[in-house]
């Protein structure tokens, strides 16, 4: 079975604070993704990564930066939360992009107060 | 501009009464659509891939179908256990994203 794994379920921060949120695959995916979750919205892609080092933009990606220094592992950064990133965080891996059936963590709710 | 189309947005279905939730989408070229269960407080979980129009998969109650235009998921004699968020997404041409929709809430009482 594959497993994506999110550091955290819930996470509470303060406005300014800087928020590392963790995401680590054990199925030697290529590529990894990075959705928040709104109601009323769906997900929405904030960054992608087809490769160590390698990273693309989604579709909401102000606010936030990625980091890719394994294959297995992808970090999503809040370098300044604002209270309007409150929202649930999840992150995907998929084989590859010809196959792009997508595997999901648990998700992160984050909470900015 | 590629767009998916959820509804209804929310259902509520008795036990064993059977249903269908609708996906459409404007995408041209689609190179597949993808069915997705989430339960609360959870990352969505994986049902089906579909990729061209008269496909049809199965797995248990559910059974997905695809046209040119939609998709449904039908669900026979459902269970109070199928109770979740049904999300459905597409990938279009010359992208390697999905497009998700917002999701049909269904509910099954028994």
């Known amino acids: 079975d594959v497993k994506v794994t999110q550091s955290s379920r819930y996470l509470v921060k303060r406005t300014g604070e800087k928020v590392f949120l963790e995401c680590v695959q054990d199925?030697?995916?290529?590529?990894m993704f990075w959705y928040r979750q709104d109601p009323g919205l769906g997900l929405r892609l904030i960054y992608f990564s087809y490769d160590v080092k390698m990273k693309e933009k989604g579709d909401i990606p102000e606010g936030y930066s990625v980091s890719r220094e394994k294959k297995e592992r992808f970090s999503l950064i809040l370098e300044s939360a604002s209270t309007n990133q409150t929202s649930m965080y999840l992150c995907?891996?998929?084989?590859?992009?010809?196959?792009?059936?997508?595997?999901f963590g648990a998700g992160t709710r984050l909470s900015v107060l | 501009e590629d767009q998916v189309t959820q509804s209804p947005e929310a259902l509520r279905l008795q036990e064993g009464e059977s249903s269908s939730l609708n996906c459409s989408y404007t995408?041209?070229?689609?190179?597949?659509l993808f069915w997705y269960r989430q339960d609360p407080g959870k990352g969505p979980e994986f049902l089906f891939t579909l990729y061209s129009a008269g496909e049809e998969k199965e797995k248990e109650r559910l059974k997905a179908t695809l046209t040119k235009k939609e998709s449904f998921l039908h669900i026979t004699a459902p269970k109070p256990e199928d109770s979740a968020t049904y999300l459905c997404a597409v990938q279009a041409p010359n992208t390697d994203k999905l497009i998700f929709g917002t999701g049909t809430r269904l509910q099954v009482f028994p």
């Open positions: 995408v041209s070229g689609l190179r597949g």
């Open positions: 995907a891996s998929n084989p590859s992009l010809a196959k792009n059936i997508q595997y």
């Open positions: 199925m030697d995916h290529e590529n």
